[in-house]
Structure formats: C-alpha cells, structure tokens
C-alpha cells in the first residue's frame, strides 16, 4: 500500500483558499486517492476522491499532476468551521491505512 | 446517504472487565467492517477487518484474544474488548467500505473508551 506524507499542521485566515499537498510517491495503477476530515471525537468524514487530473465537488477540489505521485486538496475561502484534520488516503478500494494528517487551524 | 451507528459513543468500565461496542449499517449492506484505534493526537491505526461469515483479519501486532470481532449479521459487526486495562482507553472507529466509486468509506461516529 503506498505510504502517504503530509504537512504536520497548516494556520490560515477566514476566506481564504487553502492548499494541501499529498506525497505518495509509491502510488500503484489500480490505486486512487481519498481526502477525509476528521473533528475532534467523530469519526472521519469523507471529502472527495480522485484518480487522475482535477476533481471539484461543492466542497472542495482535487488536484491530480500525471504522475500521480502527490495531489493537492484545494479548500475554497475556509471558515472557522473547517478546523480539522485532513487526511490523504490512497489505495484500491480495499484496506485502507491512515497516515499522519494536516492539522488544519483556521484563524479569525 | 449510507449511515453507519456506533453504540456506544462513550464507556466508562472497571479495568478487567469487558466491553461491547457495535456498528450497524443503517440503509445498506455491509460483508466487510473496518476497526481503527485512535489515541489522543494520533492518526487512526487499522486494527482489524471483519467479514460475515468468516474469521476477522486483524494487524500484526493486534491481540485478537484481546479483541474479539464478531460479523453477526450483513448490517451489524461488533468488537468486545475483553480484560480491559488503562492501556486501552483509546477512541475506537469503524468503517464501512465504499458503496461506488466517489463514494468514500463511512465511518461510524467512534466510541470513547475509559478504562479506570
């Protein structure tokens, strides 16, 4: 299973558009990538998934480069309400391992 | 949506005692259930897939003595710890896999396990 890195923690302001960045350099073919989000004592909530190029549901987007060897989740204007964790997942649509997360802080 | 219910959402027990915690999915099937443990500040750690019908899987280093897995039904899979100690007060979470494509997995809402 492809083994995922990613920021510790990122701070941004109310509004704006913030960028996470996966590293999963060991990605296979038959794997696609997953972000979740996760509030303190509930558990993970899913966000978007992608295989290739850009994804864009109401919530968020999904960057994909060609190489498929890192992707970015793009947070449109973030509100206080969008301090959480964020996790990238990858895999085949069976087990899945959690790496570390972003801790997200989003500032007044 | 699909809808995974975790009971309970907290437990309190005695160290040696045992403790239940269940999952069932509320609108659809599901043949296979995750099980993560996750401590204070950590990511979620995969403790252990159940399936109907059949064993549970669990991770290497995973005491299935100490956690037992039961896949009763298609909608409902349930983990007992059992002789709990301090050591196990952790936030446990299960999972349901993914119904389609963009549809993720759904996670029950977790239990808080305290064991004094």
């Known amino acids: 299973l492809a083994k995922t890195t990613q920021p510790i923690s990122m701070d941004s302001y109310e509004g704006q558009e913030v960028n996470i960045t996966c590293s999963h350099n060991?990605?296979?073919?038959?794997?696609?990538i997953t972000w979740y989000q996760q509030f303190p004592s509930q558990g993970p909530r899913f966000i978007i998934q992608g295989y290739k190029t850009k994804v864009t549901n109401e919530v968020a987007s999904l960057f994909i480069p060609a190489d498929r060897k890192s992707s970015t989740l793009s947070l449109p204007r973030v509100s206080l309400s969008d301090t959480a964790v964020y996790y990238c997942l990858v895999g085949d649509g069976n087990q899945f391992y959690f790496g570390t997360g972003t801790s997200l802080t989003v500032i007044p | 949506g699909a809808v995974v219910s975790q009971h309970p959402s907290r437990v309190i027990c005695k160290s040696g005692t045992s403790v239940k915690i269940e999952c069932r999915s509320l609108?659809?099937?599901?043949?296979?259930m995750f099980w993560y443990r996750q401590f204070p500040k950590q990511s979620l750690m995969l403790m252990a897939t159940s399936n109907e019908g059949s064993k549970a899987t669990y991770e290497q280093g995973v005491e299935k003595d100490k956690f037992l897995i039961n896949h009763a039904s298609l909608t409902l899979s349930t983990l007992t710890v059992t002789s709990a100690h301090p050591e196990d007060s952790s936030f446990y979470i299960c999972s349901a896999p993914p119904r389609g494509y963009d549809y993720g997995y759904t996670f029950g809402s977790g239990t808080r396990l305290t064991v004094v």
């Open positions: 060991n990605i296979a073919t038959n794997d696609y």
């Open positions: 609108d659809f099937q599901a043949t296979t």
